[in-house]
C-alpha cells in the first residue's frame, strides 16, 4: 500500500509484523503545505459569505432607492400634469428611475456572482481537504504488516509502496 500523493515522509506508525486493523494509521506525509491551503480555502470561503451578506445589503438599499424614486417620480409627473412642476423635471424624475431599477438590477446580479464565488470557495475547501486526507496512509483492511519499504524522511512519489500487507 502506499500514498495517492508524493510528499515527504513524516511519520511512520507501524512496522513490520504489526497487525493492524482496518481504518487504522499506518504513516503520514509532510502536511504543512496541504495544511495552509485548507486554511486559505477556509478564508475564502469566509470572504464569499461576507461577500454575500454585503450584496445583500447592496440590494435592499438599492431597492429602498428605487421606492424613494418611484414616489418622486409619480408626484412630479401628477404635478406636471397640472403644470405645477415643469415636463423637464417630470422626465428627470422619469429617469432618476430608470437607473434606480438598473442598480437594483445591477445589485441582484451581483449577489448572483457572490454566491457562485461562495459555491466554488466552499467546492475549493472540500478538494483542499481531501488532498489533506491523502496525507495520511490507512489499512484498507485487517492485515499484517509484512514489510515496510520506507524510512520516515523519505521523499515519496505518488503510488510508491510504503508497505506489504497479507489479510
Known sequence: VGFEVGATLASVE??????????????????GEQEAKVEKAKTAVQIAEVNIA????VIEKSR?????????????????GRDVVSAQAAEEALRDEAVAVADVAVAESDNKVAAAQLEDARAQLGFE???????????????????RL????AVIKAGDPIFTLVD
Open 54 to 57: 454585503r450584496s445583500a445589503a
Open 129 to 147: 481537504e481531501t488532498v489533506l486526507g491523502h496525507r495520511t496512509l490507512r489499512a484498507p483492511f485487517d492485515a499484517m504488516v509484512v514489510e
Open 14 to 31: 507501524v512496522d513490520h509484523g504489526d497487525r493492524v486493523k482496518a481504518g487504522q494509521v499506518l504513516a503520514r506525509l509532510h502536511a
Open 64 to 80: 429602498a432607492v428605487l421606492a424613494q424614486k418611484q414616489e418622486t417620480s409619480k408626484r412630479k409627473q401628477e404635478l406636471a
Open 150 to 153: 520506507k524510512e520516515p524522511g
